[in-house]
């Protein structure tokens, strides 16, 4: 098919056909140029007329010469050169097998690529989902733990209340068995010792009148927890039968301000000589604890009486 103004072939996509005449046109040769032919719409196409056929209807040509145009263009259909029309269509036919074969094949590459990224992510998915289960398994056995764990909160606290109470009992109790005892520190320790001789001895100096017979017990000496020292004289105990009689004459005793030990017979000897409650062991801690901070504090005297303190 030739174009109808330069007589040149037309390929189809360069054709523009006039709805009037029937003629075809090279789009550049009826002064469109190729982004405007691309913009062109199917259905606008299916309505153009060539510049001449517009003419006409604007002019009103006569029936004849649109007779004179009807047979020039049926005289022009029939110079077509068959061979370049079939050369033509095979060319377009063979391009457009090659390119739906090499679409084709794209599409085919690209769902194996789009196939093998499915298998990838598929297994990237379990095993996210298998690592998600892992770690929420993981998590129950942690709450699980968590639980225990405040449940062994709970029991360590009513055993430290129970450790607590025991304690407090053991002192108590410790403290009790000590009642009518009566600790002497700072008296030089000999071998063969009479500690009864002593006892009486204090009792005289201080004007108390005991009878061992009926107001003692037992008197010994006993060691001191932590004492490294070989040559420190041990604690006095006396237990006295009556914890009445352990207060008046341990009263008595407290009266012999700055005793030492050269005032009741240890000649050259002028260590001091104290004379106290026997303590327990938490007592005894407590108390040295409330002299250090009477000590910090300024405070004159400190003091237990009857197994208890003062300031």
């Known amino acids: 098919m030739d174009c109808k103004h330069c007589s040149e072939i037309v390929r189809p996509e360069e054709m523009i056909r006039c709805t009037a005449c029937q003629s075809m046109y090279h789009?550049?040769?009826?002064?469109?140029?190729?982004?405007?032919?691309?913009?062109?719409?199917?259905?606008?196409?299916?309505?153009?007329?060539?510049?001449?056929?517009?003419?006409?209807?604007?002019?009103?040509?006569?029936?004849?010469?649109?007779?004179?145009?009807?047979?020039?263009?049926t005289n022009q259909a029939q110079i077509i050169d068959?061979?370049?029309?079939?050369?033509?269509?095979?060319?377009?036919?063979?391009?457009?097998?090659?390119?739906?074969?090499?679409?084709?094949?794209?599409i085919t590459d690209e769902f194996k690529k789009?196939?093998?990224?499915?298998?990838?992510?598929?297994?990237?998915?379990n095993t996210i989902e298998s690592s998600i289960n892992s770690v929420v398994d993981r998590m129950n056995?942690?709450?699980?733990?968590?639980?225990?764990?405040?449940?062994?909160?709970?029991?360590?606290?009513?055993?430290?209340?129970k450790l607590r109470e025991?304690?407090?009992?053991?002192?108590?109790?410790?403290?009790?068995?000590?009642?009518?005892?009566?600790?002497?520190n700072g008296i030089p320790q000999n071998k063969g010792e009479n500690l009864v001789h002593i006892i009486k001895t204090l009792a005289e100096k201080s004007g108390y009148p005991i009878n061992f017979?009926?107001?003692?017990?037992?008197?010994?000496?006993?060691a001191v927890r932590n004492d490294s020292s070989e040559n420190k004289s041990r604690p006095i105990i006396l237990k006295m039968q009556a914890r009445y009689k352990k207060d008046d004459f341990l009263s008595s005793l407290r009266k012999l301000k700055n005793l030492k030990a050269c005032d009741i017979g240890f000649s050259?000897?002028?260590?001091?000589?104290?004379?106290?409650d026997h303590l327990s062991t938490y007592n005894k801690a407590l108390l040295n604890e409330a002299r250090r901070k009477c000590k910090e504090k300024s405070y004159l005297f400190c003091w237990v009486r009857n197994c208890t303190y003062g300031s």
């Open 268 to 276: 050259g000897r002028n260590n001091p000589i104290y004379i106290n």
């Open 27 to 73: 789009y550049s040769c009826v002064g469109i140029n190729e982004s405007d032919f691309k913009k062109i719409l199917p259905m606008n196409k299916a309505k153009w007329k060539c510049p001449v056929c517009k003419i006409s209807k604007k002019n009103n040509i006569s029936p004849k010469l649109n007779m004179i145009s009807d047979k020039i263009n």
């Open 141 to 161: 056995d942690l709450d699980k733990e968590v639980t225990k764990i405040e449940n062994y909160e709970t029991e360590l606290v009513e055993l430290k209340l």
């Open 213 to 222: 017979n009926t107001d003692v017990d037992f008197v010994t000496r006993v």
């Open 82 to 106: 068959i061979k370049s029309l079939i050369a033509h269509f095979d060319e377009r036919f063979n391009s457009l097998h090659y390119t739906m074969e090499s679409f084709k094949s794209f």
């Open 166 to 184: 025991l304690s407090e009992n053991t002192n108590r109790n410790e403290q009790w068995v000590r009642r009518s005892n009566i600790q002497i």
């Open 114 to 125: 789009l196939s093998e990224s499915v298998t990838f992510w598929s297994t990237k998915i």
